[in-house]
């Protein structure tokens, strides 16, 4: 069982800059591994993807957010991290991370709260 441990959220105005940090209980990159990810969810909405990294190096970003966030990752402490620039308003949300493996299986962490004031 992996354990994804999400930290980095806060409180920001809007412009402003966070960097949301995912430590990882297991290895973040062997060839069980297939991405890691960043999710997020504001109220009353479905989550949402907003970054992945594969194990390659590729990342993928959601539209909303290319160009502002940038999703990197540290092997050797098996955390991945989210960049977060230029914010706005409309990223207020919950912000989870992810794993998911070749297998099928996914973990998920608890989630971190990110607010960004207008």
């Known amino acids: 069982q992996v354990q994804l441990v999400e930290s980095g959220g806060g409180l920001v105005e809007a412009g402003g800059s966070l960097t949301l940090s995912c430590a990882s209980s297991?290895?973040?990159?062997?060839?069980?591994?297939?991405?890691m990810a960043w999710y997020r969810q504001a109220p009353g909405k479905q989550r949402e993807l907003v970054a992945t990294?594969?194990?390659?190096?590729?990342?993928n970003y959601a539209d909303s957010v290319q160009g502002r966030f940038t999703i990197s990752r540290d092997n050797a402490k098996n955390t991945v991290f989210l960049q977060m620039n230029s914010l706005k308003p409309e990223d207020t949300a919950v912000y989870y991370c992810?794993?998911?493996?070749?297998?099928?299986?996914?973990?998920w962490g608890q989630g971190t709260q990110v607010t960004v004031s207008s």
């Open positions: 297991g290895n973040i990159f062997n060839i069980a591994v297939k991405s």
């Open positions: 990294i594969r194990t390659s190096g590729n990342t």
């Open positions: 992810n794993m998911q493996r070749n297998s099928g299986n996914a973990y």
